[in-house]
């Protein structure tokens, strides 16, 4: 039932192309406001202040974005992003992150150690490189010749937790509701540009060289500037199988509202689940999602999700809905 009506508030799947069906629309009017940013988790309260700065500053929407994760990436006390980030279950920090213009220019990087700024290496691939994606010790090789500097991201506090966590030794990965994972970040400026990027250490505790969504244009982050923008949170799995970011933004090209959009995602992720006979009852995933006349959404799997929203007039932090308690 969930599927068949997802299906029908997609018009069939039409998912392609995207960008040809939404010339049709007038094109995006300014929403009154001077800019906005949705972002992952009560961290984002603090990274919408730091993206608001650059986009007062001139910055684009782009360079707000990026100093928005900066903050996040640079706090040691944010274990679930750039330094600071949990390990793997062999003690290694890998950072994955991705990031998406307006115009639809992608960077990534996937399973890299020991440069604390994944998102900004991410661009300079989009910028500086003809491809899109660097994984590993190429993504750190290119990030050195960039002048990123090396550095051990495995704080005292994320050692800790790893040795206690290999006493128990159930080498089961786990998706930490509770603890705030990765930031996604998405904004829109005054003349209705729009961009994200989403940044993480990835699944604590999880498998060498396993990359989740966070890095994957289309399942952690898509961004089409004539629809919207969406990026996700929780269990990557989950969302690479679902394609979940670009299944939002099509749901939104669709004519659904930015709330509806992520709710579809998140249904059509539960019955993933109910198809595969699979237990559900560690998951979590949360979408935001914002289109480009400015209008704003949200929904989880379960309860617990939050996202920050800040504008010219109010910055907050608003529970989403979700499907589960
Ligand atoms: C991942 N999506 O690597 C990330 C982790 C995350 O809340 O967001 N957890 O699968």
């Known amino acids: 039932m969930i599927r068949r009506s997802f299906l029908k508030s997609l018009g069939a ?6 960008s040809g069906q939404a010339k049709s629309r007038k094109s995006p009017t300014p929403y009154g406001g001077q800019g906005l940013f949705l972002t992952t988790w009560r961290f984002g309260l603090e990274s919408n202040e730091e993206a608001w700065k650059s986009l007062k500053a001139g910055g684009s929407t782009l360079d707000a974005i990026e100093q928005g994760i900066l903050r996040c990436e640079l706090d040691p006390h944010e274990r679930s992003v750039g330094l600071g980030g949990r390990p793997d279950r062999d003690g290694i920090v890998t950072l994955d992150a991705c990031i998406m213009d307006h115009e639809g220019n992608i960077g990534s990087v996937c399973g890299m150690e020991g440069i604390a700024t994944p998102l900004s290496v991410a661009r300079a691939v989009m910028e500086k490189t003809p491809h899109v994606m660097l994984v590993g010790d190429g993504a750190q090789q290119f990030a050195l010749e960039q002048g990123f500097p090396l550095e051990n991201l495995l704080v005292p506090d994320s050692e800790r937790e790893w040795k206690q966590w290999l006493e128990k030794s159930e080498y089961q990965p786990v998706i930490n509701i509770e603890n705030h994972d990765t930031i996604g970040m998405i904004g829109i400026d005054a003349k ?8 993480t250490s990835g699944m604590a505790f999880k ?15 898509y ?4 629809i919207g923008a969406c990026t996700a949170t929780g269990h990557g799995e989950e969302v690479i199988r ?3 970011s670009f299944r939002v933004v ?6 659904l509202s930015p709330r509806d959009a992520c709710k579809a995602a998140i249904e059509a992720i539960a019955d993933f689940f109910k198809r595969r006979g699979k237990d559900w009852s560690n998951t979590q995933i949360g979408f ?3 289109n480009a006349q400015g209008e704003t959404g949200a929904f989880a799997l379960r309860k617990g999700f939050n996202y920050a929203v800040k504008d010219a007039n109010s910055a ?8 589960l308690d």
């Open 13 to 18: 799947l039409s998912l392609f192309p995207l």
């Open 192 to 199: 209705g540009k729009l961009a994200g990027g989403c940044s």
């Open 223 to 226: 961004v089409d500037g004539a």
């Open 250 to 255: 099509s749901g939104m090209s669709q004519g």
């Open 316 to 323: 907050e932090l608003i529970d989403a809905e979700f499907l």
């Open 288 to 290: 935001i999602a914002i």
């Open 207 to 221: 498998m060498h060289g396993r990359v989740g969504d966070s890095p994957i244009i289309g399942a952690g982050l």
């Open 242 to 244: 679902t394609v979940g």
